[in-house]
């Protein structure tokens, strides 16, 4: 997908592309609040104190995709200061333990837990479940579509 403009019979202009991108803007709100609630849900299935954006950075880690405090700022794109209290509350909860890095002496690595990974995976069916009832009644090609147009949207 590219971010050429539209060149088909379909493309709307003036007023009807200005609502058109509002309701969008309104749509992606209302799914953002929604998301919000599922993490705020999914860090009280793993711990009650945990915070949602601790639950985010702990889920990055379980899946691998972030392993240090750099990597979790940039994948979550949060201040240093935020992630620092969480990955020191996440310690502290047993979930996340900071080792010194093999290859780098002077750098850390977080890693998950026995106990993260069996809470953050509970919590993670849950909320996939939810969702896959949901997009299970759509057809293959419209979720493409959806994931297709989501993409070019985050980029």
């Not at 992606?28 to 639950?55: C, K, M, N, S």
């Not at 392993?67 to 979790?72: E, Y």
Request: glycine share 6%; proline share 3%.
């Amino acid at each position: 997908m590219s971010d050429a403009p539209t060149t088909n019979d379909d493309a709307l202009e003036g007023a009807a592309l200005d609502d058109a991108v509002h309701r969008v803007e309104r749509e992606l709100g209302r799914l953002f609040a929604r998301i919000r609630v599922g993490w705020r849900e999914a860090a009280a299935t793993v711990h009650p104190d945990l915070q949602p954006l601790g639950y985010q950075m702990l889920a990055a880690i379980v899946s691998g995709h972030a392993n240090t405090a750099g990597a979790l700022i940039e994948r979550l794109q949060t201040d240093k200061s935020a992630v620092s209290r969480q990955v020191r509350q996440l310690t502290e909860l047993g979930l996340v333990d900071s080792i010194r890095d093999p290859d780098d002496h002077r750098a850390r690595r977080l890693v998950a837990t026995d106990l993260a990974v069996e809470r953050v995976t509970a919590a993670r069916a849950v909320y996939e479940a939810r969702l896959g009832e949901r997009l299970r009644r759509w057809s293959a090609d419209d979720l493409d579509r959806v994931a297709g147009l989501l993409d070019e949207l985050g980029r």
